[in-house]
Nanobody, 125 residues
Framework: QIQLVESGGGLVQPGGSLRVSCAASGRTFSDYTMAWFRQAPGKEREFVAAISYGGRNTDYADSVKGRFTISRDNAKNTVYLQMSSLKAEDTAVYYC??????????????????WGQGTQVTVSS
C-alpha cells in the first residue's frame, strides 16, 4: 500500500496563489501516477490534474488549465499542485490520489487505488 497525506490548504483571496502538497509513504513513489481531485460542497468529486509515474505526461481539467501546475519530486516522495489566479469556484476539498503504473487516460477516479484524507482550500475575500 501507499499512504498519502495532503497539506497546504487554507484561505486565500480571489486572484491569489496557493500550493498544496501530498506526501507519500509505504511503496515506491516513482511507480505511481499521481493526481489531484476536488470536491466542492454539494457537488461530485472531479478531476483536477494528474502526472504520470515518469513525469512525462500531465493532464489538466479545462477549468484549471493555465492556472494550476502539477509537479512531483520523486526524491521527496511528494506531489504538488501549484494554484494561481484562484477563483471562488476553486473552493473545495482537494484530494491526492495514486495509481500504480498508469501512463495514459489519467482522469477516471476508478484508476486510482489510494487516496488521501483531503485538504480544504477556500477562496474568499
Amino acid at each position: 500500500q501507499i499512504q498519502l497525506v495532503e497539506s497546504g490548504g487554507g484561505l486565500v483571496q480571489p486572484g491569489g496563489s496557493l500550493r498544496v502538497s501530498c506526501a507519500a509513504s509505504g511503496r515506491t513513489f516513482s511507480d505511481y501516477t499521481m493526481a489531484w481531485f476536488r470536491q466542492a460542497p454539494g457537488k461530485e468529486r472531479e478531476f483536477v490534474a494528474a502526472i504520470s509515474y515518469g513525469g512525462r505526461n500531465t493532464d489538466y481539467a479545462d477549468s484549471v488549465k493555465g492556472r494550476f501546475t502539477i509537479s512531483r519530486d520523486n526524491a521527496k516522495n511528494t506531489v504538488y499542485l501549484q494554484m494561481s489566479s484562484l477563483k471562488a469556484e476553486d473552493t473545495a476539498v482537494y484530494y491526492c490520489a495514486a495509481a500504480w503504473g498508469v501512463s495514459s487516460g489519467l482522469r477516471p477516479e476508478s484508476k486510482y487505488d489510494y487516496w488521501g484524507q483531503g485538504t480544504q482550500v477556500t477562496v474568499s475575500s
